[in-house]
Nanobody, 120 residues
Framework: QVQVVESGGGLVQVGGSLRLSCAASGRAFSNYNVGWFRQAPGKEREFVAG????????LYADSVKGRFAASRDNAKNTVYLQMNSLKPEDTAVYYC?????????????WGQGTQVTVSS
């Protein structure tokens, strides 16, 4: 069992930056891939980024490629999502999730989400 908790969301102006954190507790977090997802009002949840258990493999949605970067510190049981050049369309609740499938596969453990609002 793994528990994950997101933090770092907030209100930022267009072009600004935020860094989200996903802190994990429970067994062997370093064995899990972590995905970042987001859900905007009235829209379905979408994949944003994923990072493999070692941190060597990452995957990004086209909409955030070149602006967002995922990283992890397994010694701290924490995964990060650095978000730069933020746009109003990045406004959403952001979730992290842990799983042992592929980066686009099934994730078993989800956090409660953190709100990101980008104002123009």
């Amino acid at each position: 069992q793994v528990q994950v908790v997101e933090s770092g969301g907030g209100l930022v102006q267009v072009g600004g930056s935020l860094r989200l954190s996903c802190a994990a507790s429970g067994r062997a977090f370093s064995n899990y891939n972590v995905g970042w997802f987001r859900q905007a009002p009235g829209k379905e949840r979408e994949f944003v980024a994923g990072i493999g258990w070692s941190g060597r493999n990452t995957l990004y949605a086209d909409s955030v490629k070149g602006r967002f970067a995922a990283s992890r510190d397994n010694a701290k049981n924490t995964v990060y999502l650095q978000m730069n050049s933020l746009k109003p369309e990045d406004t959403a609740v952001y979730y992290c999730a842990a799983g042992q499938g592929s980066l686009l596969g099934k994730y078993d453990y989800w956090g409660q989400g953190t709100q990101v609002t980008v104002s123009s």
